[in-house]
């Protein structure tokens, strides 16, 4: 089995560590093929593949992970193999980024109203460079002991159903799905049991062209993993899978090489991969 995870963060969005860090700890973990898939950012992408060169044993994917919302939750969609340079994807992205950024100043007012106030300077500091993203407000709140974890910080205050959650601009999760696929990429969908029912997206979503879905995802017990490699077969569908790693919460995160992949799955997304750069562009 090959050491994969095609599902990381760095902290051009709202994981911990530089891109050039991702790189030299992907290798010390023994990875040999692995994406950046930072949130509605592709500015890690750069610095990533500068520092991989490094490294010639290690393959990096060039990707993204847009967030969209559904009336029943989130839906995240994967882009890998993207044109990153594609002026499209980045005026799309540079809008996301933005509405990131209010909505963390409006979960900071809402924090205060709760009795729990953060400094924005400090949310702004913890983020760095990279997207502003809930796990920066949720640090700055461990930083001033209103909880005891990350997932806290989710379940009681920054969740979906929580008091200081905040909706923001975000596109569909069809049109994310044609975004990708305008920069030349393939459009996997995300962890998709974060949805009561996933295969209904699956359905919609395989109509706007998406290519996959994340079955082997940290946390997925053996059941789930059979559940979506049925649903990916029924709609003719690849698999793929990484950890999702954000390198913040040592206490509960995978490790940044914590899930198996088979061979399969990777050589099923590089076949793919081929075959897009293959076809001959649209009239």
């Not at 559904?70 to 002026?87: A, K, S």
């Not at 996997?188 to 049991?193: S, T």
């Not at 993993?225 to 690849?238: E, F, G, K, Q, T």
């Not at 698999?239 to 206490?251: A, K, P, R, S």
């Amino acid at each position: 089995m090959l050491s994969v995870n095609l599902h990381l963060h760095s902290n051009a969005s709202d994981g911990r560590f530089s891109p050039a860090e991702l790189i030299r700890r992907a290798v010390g973990e023994g990875l040999t093929v692995i994406a950046l898939t930072d949130h509605d950012t592709i500015d890690g992408i750069s610095p990533a593949l500068e520092a991989a060169r490094a490294f010639p044993g290690l393959r990096l994917i060039p990707g993204v992970e847009i967030s969209t919302d559904v009336p029943e939750g989130e839906v995240h969609i994967l882009g890998y193999f993207i044109d990153y340079i594609d002026g499209n994807l980045q005026a799309a992205l540079k809008q996301m980024h933005n509405s990131r950024w209010e909505r963390a100043q409006k979960m900071v007012t809402k924090l205060e109203e709760l009795g729990c106030p953060i400094e924005w300077e400090r949310v702004q500091e913890i983020a760095g460079e990279g997207a502003i993203g809930r796990p920066h407000v949720a640090q700055a709140m461990l930083e001033r002991g209103y909880i005891e974890s990350f997932k806290e910080a989710f379940t009681k205050y920054i969740g979906r159903d929580g008091p200081a959650y905040v909706e923001r601009e975000k596109v569909t999760p069809a049109e994310s799905v044609e975004l990708v696929i305008q920069a030349k990429g393939l459009p996997v969908l995300a962890h998709p049991l974060t949805l009561p029912e996933p295969e209904r997206m699956v359905t919609e979503l395989k109509a706007a062209g998406l290519v996959g879905i994340e079955a082997y995802y940290a946390g997925y017990a053996t059941e789930d993993i059979d559940r979506l490699v049925s649903i990916a077969n029924r709609h003719n569908l690849i698999t793929t899978g990484g950890t999702d790693f954000h390198g913040l919460d040592n206490n509960s995160e995978v490790s940044i090489g914590g899930v198996d992949i088979p061979d399969e799955s990777l050589k099923d997304l590089l076949a793919l991969a081929r075959q897009t750069r293959l076809k001959p562009a649209s009239p």
